[in-house]
């Protein structure tokens, strides 16, 4: 049992670029989401998903796509990397009952230069 | 709209001392409430969660949280602070359908000092 993994731990990309960001759980939780860190601003919540074939917005969705198609994977998609997209990336999951713990990945650090 | 605030910073307190980490919110309904820790570098770790029933919640490591709904408050207090307890702290409400989305403050930090 893995938890929450999340490919790649550190990403170099110039402005322009598009990359994707892939989460995976092997807990079959119905609910995963996607927060960027920035010092002084704690985590915001930049999408999330209800379970295989559902998503929504967050906080701060621009600039960002999701799609969920498969209850394990959850990837973070950057359309055309900006600076301001500078940040440490987490995703998370859940299971399906409101009290169930949300469980973190190990982040990715993303720079945009 | 929900939102938390958590109007410290960065506290430092002595080593052995107790400690108080303020956190209120903004939420229309009864509000899913936890508290994160971050070592630097590191992830998340959920310390406790506050969903219904005994306002006084216990967590891992001595903390514990107190609800209070008159004061939209949900404080993180250790009575005794250990070195390692230096970290990062997050005050977070549970959002979206059955609180799954959640909505953190800025953060805390704690050094604690020998």
């Known amino acids: 049992n893995a938890g929450v993994t999340q490919t790649p731990k550190f990403q170099v990309l110039k402005t322009g670029q598009s990359m994707t960001l892939q989460c995976a759980q092997d807990?079959?939780?119905?609910?995963m989401s996607w927060y960027r860190q920035d010092p002084g601003m704690g985590l915001r919540l930049i999408h999330y998903?209800?379970?295989?074939?559902?998503?929504d917005q967050g906080e701060v969705p621009n600039g960002y796509n999701v799609s969920r198609s498969t209850t394990e994977d959850f990837p973070l998609r950057l359309l055309s990397a900006a600076p301001s997209q500078t940040s440490v990336y987490f995703c998370?999951?859940?299971?399906?009952?409101?009290?169930?713990?949300?469980?973190f990945g190990p982040g990715t650090r993303l720079l945009v230069l | 709209a929900q939102s938390v605030t958590q109007p410290d910073i960065h506290i430092t307190v002595s080593e052995g001392a107790s400690l108080e980490l303020r956190c209120n919110y903004s939420?229309?309904?009864?509000?899913?409430l936890f508290w994160y820790v971050q070592s630097p570098g590191q992830g998340l770790q959920l310390l406790l969660k506050?969903?219904?029933?005994?306002?006084l919640v216990q967590g891992i490591k001595g903390f514990e949280a107190e609800f209070k709904r008159s004061q939209s408050s949900f404080n993180l207090r250790k009575p005794s602070v250990h070195w390692s307890d230096a970290a990062e702290y997050f005050c977070?409400?549970?959002?979206?359908?059955?609180?799954?989305?959640?909505?953190f403050g800025k953060g805390t930090t704690l050094s604690v000092s020998s």
């Open positions: 998370a999951s859940r299971g399906l009952a409101a009290q169930e713990t949300q469980y």
């Open positions: 807990m079959n939780h119905e609910y």
């Open positions: 998903s209800v379970g295989a074939g559902i998503t």
């Open positions: 939420y229309g309904a009864t509000p899913y």
């Open positions: 506050y969903f219904s029933g005994d306002t």
């Open positions: 977070a409400v549970g959002a979206g359908q059955a609180g799954t989305a959640l909505i």
